[in-house]
């Protein structure tokens, strides 16, 4: 049994110094329930979440580049090791 624990989608993200700009550019996917708060129809946290302002929505969007850029690593990472 081999148990590798990395830290992959979830802060700090740290990737591979070839994966720090993958996704440089590009915005987090505006799916139809982004940025959509409150929602009365949510948990009760969640109904007191403001919406983003473009500072915020900047910083997920970078949030969405590190993430990839942090897969891709651990993708070498499981390729390295499968071979």
């Known amino acids: 049994v081999l ?3 990395t830290p992959s989608a979830h802060a700090p993200f ?9 996704d440089q550019g590009q915005t987090s996917p505006r799916i139809p329930n982004w940025n959509v708060a409150p929602s009365p129809n949510k948990h009760l946290l969640m109904q007191q979440v ?6 915020t929505a900047s910083q997920s969007d970078q949030s969405y580049d590190f993430r990839h850029g942090t897969l891709k690593s651990v993708d070498d990472l ?4 499968h071979q």
């Open 3 to 5: 148990v590798i624990g």
């Open 78 to 81: 499981v390729a390295a090791i």
């Open 50 to 55: 403001p919406m983003m302002n473009s500072t």
């Open 14 to 22: 740290t990737p591979a110094p070839q994966y720090n700009s993958t």
